[in-house]
């Protein structure tokens, strides 16, 4: 049975800051959290539209680039934030807001009610590491605990 809510990680192991979802999952895990389940994902998507489904909400964490913020900058973001991305493109080219949009009309029964993200502005999602960079790394803990606050239904 699946539990209430799901934190899930998105982004890339593999390269430098995009490691930052897998990252905080991974710590969000290490907490055993009561009815919280933790997933990563590598794909974008349609495809995630699956690994939501019947959850009563999902926390996505991943790594943004905008050039706006200083790198490590830990932001709470609704879905209201991505209705401007909404679009309709080719169906492996979909972004997440357009696959939260989808998802709610394709089964809007099974698809979770809350949808929110903890992004993190960061420097570099080119280069192949195993690490991040510094101002990413050192975002980790407050990226941890603002998802933690946002389960445990805390202000943010």
Known sequence: MKARTLVLGIGSPFITDDALGFRVADEIRKKNLPDVDVDEASVSGLDLIEVMIDYERVIVVD???????????????????????????????????TTIALGKQLEPERFPKEVTFVAVEVNDVWTVADRMTPEVEASLPEAVQTVIDLIEGREV
Do not use: D, Y
């Not at 609704?78 to 080219?93: D, F, K, Q, R, W």
């Open 63 to 97: 790594a943004i680039l905008t050039g706006a913020f200083p790198a490590g900058k830990v932001m709470v973001l609704g879905e209201e934030s991505l209705t401007a991305t909404v679009h309709g493109v080719n169906p492996h080219e979909v972004n997440i807001g």
